[in-house]
């Protein structure tokens, strides 16, 4: 009898492996993968770190080679064995009745993608960790996919809404372009003696407002392409969701997408309002996807691949 392991994958979950049957139980016991063998290129400073990776909430492990996996193992009802990889590594869920046995001839069988993902992932962490955010005067943020310059500006308090962006002389990129963003910097109305909390509290204000008008903006302006009618907007802080809707007409975008550039902001707006003509992910959501955005498929990479700064 096959079993089936089943790897979601949505915008929204973290990485996971396309669905593919197991192979036949062979006699022959086989060697498992070398590191070397199963491990993507990598660079010095990588080679050279503990070759391991270990869930918070880990109760299994697998050995690959020289590199141990501990991971977080759940049962549930559910008639397929799962695999992600997220923030804090490996996760597999398993139906109630599959063997520990199974469950461990399935995890050799997928060590490469397993550890392939858990390196990427780890990669994408320090990157965004490198790119945290300072919150003082002079600091730098991505806006709209651009970086804006932080200035303290205690002499007024921008008509009460404790920000202002300004726009400056624009910066030649080089004899025939300009970049149209450049010179951004954003006054904030705080003194130089300004906590860092002080200083994150009011620009988190200030760009969940301009997270506001740009999503109502975009939401009005692809509505009509896809023939359908969103009747409430709300803001989100998921950590992992970047927006959800309801068959109501209720859309919930995470304000942190005004980070992006409008282009992959658009994507998200789109997916979520073809949710409102097809409440699933079949090709028949994806067709209307791409009638609106032809290339949906490399924003929503953008959108796994640069993720947003720490705060």
């Not at 970086?147 to 962006?165: I, K, Y």
């Not at 300004?194 to 969940?208: G, K, N, P």
């Amino acid at each position: 009898m096959h079993r089936l392991l089943q790897f979601t994958l949505d915008l929204f979950e973290t990485a996971s492996e396309p669905v593919v049957p197991p192979k036949p139980v062979r006699p022959a016991v086989q060697a498992l993968p070398s590191a070397a063998d199963a491990l993507p290129a990598q660079s010095l400073t990588q080679a050279l770190a503990p070759a391991s990776f270990r869930h918070p909430r880990a109760t299994r492990e697998a050995l690959f080679g020289s590199v141990l996996v501990a991971y977080e193992f759940k049962r549930g009802k559910r008639r397929t064995i799962g695999f992600s990889v997220g923030p804090d590594g490996l996760v597999l869920s398993a139906p109630k009745w599959v063997p520990l046995c199974d469950i461990d001839k399935a995890v050799h069988e997928k060590s490469g993608w397993i550890l392939k993902k858990l390196q990427e992932t780890r990669e994408r962490h320090e990157r965004l960790e490198s790119a945290r955010i300072e919150w003082k005067d002079g600091t730098s943020l991505p806006f709209l996919g651009d970086s804006v310059t932080l200035v303290l500006d205690p002499r007024h308090a921008f008509g009460g809404v404790g920000a202002e962006l300004k726009r400056h002389a624009e910066i030649p990129l080089s004899s025939d372009e300009t970049s149209p963003n450049a010179g951004l910097t954003l006054h904030v109305g705080l003194p130089l003696s300004a906590t860092e909390a002080q200083i994150r509290d009011v620009v988190q204000a200030w760009l969940m407002r301009q997270a506001k008008q740009i999503f109502t903006e975009r939401l009005e302006h692809f509505a009509p392409q896809l023939g359908v009618q969103w009747r409430k907007l709300s803001l989100s802080s998921a950590g992992t969701r970047w927006g959800s809707a309801s068959a109501d007409g209720s859309i919930r975008l995470n304000w942190r997408l005004i980070h992006f550039r409008q282009s992959v902001i658009d994507y998200v707006v789109v997916h979520e309002l073809s949710h409102l003509r097809v409440m699933d992910h079949s090709p028949r959501f994806w067709d209307t996807v791409r009638a609106v955005v032809p290339d949906y498929a490399e924003l929503r990479g953008q959108l796994k691949d640069e993720g947003v700064p720490r705060w």
